[in-house]
């Protein structure tokens, strides 16, 4: 169960080359998508310190999705991100 707060959608979709790399080779496909969540959360925390918030922690859910409507090879990445950030008692 997901609290309910403002939820945001992020599609990482990768070059045409990469997407079978990544369907071959799980490891590769795990640091490819650390890479894409770690530049979210920068982004996250630096508008966080601007707006003089510390000790916050952002929050998302990742779906990996293979195929696209076709059924061809497609990889790509569906985030879930909270539209805010988590302090360290886990209010929103």
Do not use: E
Not at 69 to 84: C, I
């Amino acid at each position: 169960m997901l609290p309910q707060i403002p939820y945001r959608q992020w599609v990482f979709t990768l070059p045409y080359r990469l997407r079978y790399l990544l369907s071959r080779n799980p490891r590769l496909l795990t640091r490819v998508l650390q890479a894409c969540i770690r530049a979210l959360f920068a982004v996250a925390r630096k508008r966080a310190k601007a707006a003089g918030l510390n000790a916050i922690h952002p929050g998302a859910i990742t779906f990996i999705q293979r195929f696209g409507s076709a059924l061809q090879l497609n990889v790509h990445f569906h985030v879930v991100m909270a539209d805010g950030l988590f302090d360290d008692d886990g209010s929103f």
